[in-house]
């Protein structure tokens, strides 16, 4: 999967008041299914005491990207009112891999169906706007095991190509490297054959 897609920049927090009920939006980008679910968990951990945590989220769920889960809850508001819109915004704005999460305290008043969602609606877009949507292309990470001799070699190759990587060094040393799919088989072959096929790749 080469294509680029659509993310969110940063973590953000928006909140606004209507009528009393306070909203707050929570928006992250997440890696995963199981990174979307736990930011969903730490933030009705961290607000129990709202009266909703309404969650939404588009995540791809495979590595080719061709499946994209997309996941929302009305959280015990009316049926339709919170977690649709929520994630309505995601859809129409067309981010990926991203979690929202749209915190509410009652404030006394109820606001109708069409309230709820304009509010719901309004909390992810303030969010998403805060958050900042950048493209994003797939990465792999790609694992380089080499002789300290050609440990050099390796290094100058990935800094040449300005690839963000850790390396550790011990009896052999150990590269772990974020690479674009769409380029980590040119990258493979470069190191293969840099150092005559004495690379260890993963």
């Known amino acids: 999967m080469s294509r680029t897609y659509r993310a969110l920049e940063e973590p ?19 890696s995963d299914i199981e990174d979307a679910e736990s930011f969903v968990d730490a933030v009705r951990t961290e607000y129990a005491d709202a009266t909703h945590n309404v969650p939404a989220y588009r995540v791809r769920a495979d590595a080719d990207g061709d499946l994209l889960r997309e996941y929302s809850s009305d959280d015990g508001e009316p049926t339709g009112s919170a977690g649709k819109p929520a994630l309505n915004v995601l859809t129409q704005r067309d981010v990926e891999n991203c979690a929202v999460v749209v915190t509410r305290y009652y404030g006394g008043t109820n606001l109708g169906v069409g309230g709820l969602v304009r509010a719901y609606s309004k909390a992810v877009k303030d969010a998403v706007d805060e958050a900042g949507v950048v493209e994003r292309r797939p990465h792999e990470t790609v694992a380089i095991t080499v002789e300290y001799d050609d ?37 493979r072959d470069r190191i293969r054959s840099a150092t005559s096929g004495r690379a260890d790749l993963e």
Request: charged share 25%.
């Open 151 to 187: 440990s050099g070699t390796i290094r100058s190759i990935l800094e040449s190509e300005g690839h963000e990587f850790d390396a550790d060094y011990q009896a052999d040393v150990s590269f772990s490297v974020r690479v674009p799919i769409a380029e980590s088989e040119a990258l």
């Open 12 to 30: 953000a927090t928006t909140e606004f008041v209507v009528q009393g009920s306070e909203f707050i939006g929570h928006a992250r980008p997440v």
